[in-house]
């Protein structure tokens, strides 16, 4: 598994071995010292010589896959309560955060209307380049938006305390 760098730590590639009917035989590998390899396929080259210095190579591969998936930051995953709107376009909510060990996450969320009025578990998505996946229900309150209804005022008909007709019987 890699880490931040893109590298894993620690791997030993092993060492090839080699027979001569002449003779010993020494092997050397180009392999990191380290023991660290980036995310992906890596080639190590063995090589073994004779005691006369022929020479003989071969070739293994050590290959880094990424399998954890990403982890959302618990301080972006508290309740959140947004104001709809009429239209029902998407409410605009802050998005929870994600991160991965070895390469960026990606999070997507499904988006909210603003019609739809009460508490919701949105459901949201961490997905890393090598698709590993996440997932996570973000609680989400839409509150309804205030809408003003203007009423034309009373008309005054000049005759004092009726309210059917003005306001000056209030």
């Known amino acids: 598994e890699c880490d931040a760098h893109l590298t ?33 396929a890596t080639t190590v080259t063995h090589t073994a010589v004779d005691a006369v210095g022929n020479p003989a190579t071969c070739a293994s591969a050590v290959t880094v896959i990424d399998t954890t998936p990403p982890v959302f930051d ?11 709107n009429c239209d029902g376009a998407p409410v605009a909510v802050t998005w929870p955060t994600a991160t991965d060990l070895c390469q960026a996450a990606v999070v997507s969320c499904a988006p909210l209307a603003g019609t739809s ?19 996570v229900g973000l609680p989400v309150t839409v509150v309804a938006p205030l809408r003003l209804a203007f009423v034309a005022p009373l008309a005054d008909d000049n005759l004092a305390d009726d309210p059917a007709t003005d306001s000056d019987a209030l």
């Not at 092993?14 to 009917?21: E, F, K, N, Q, S």
């Not at 618990?74 to 709809?84: D, E, H, I, R, S």
């Open 74 to 84: 618990p301080a972006t995953l508290g309740p959140q309560v947004v104001l709809g």
């Open 117 to 135: 009025v009460g508490t919701h578990i949105v459901p949201c998505t961490a997905t890393d380049p090598s698709g590993n996946v996440a997932t």
């Open 8 to 40: 894993a730590h620690g791997i030993d590639a092993g060492l090839a071995t080699a027979v001569d009917a002449c003779g010993p035989t020494t092997v050397t590998s180009d392999a990191p010292i380290t023991g660290t390899y980036p995310l992906g």
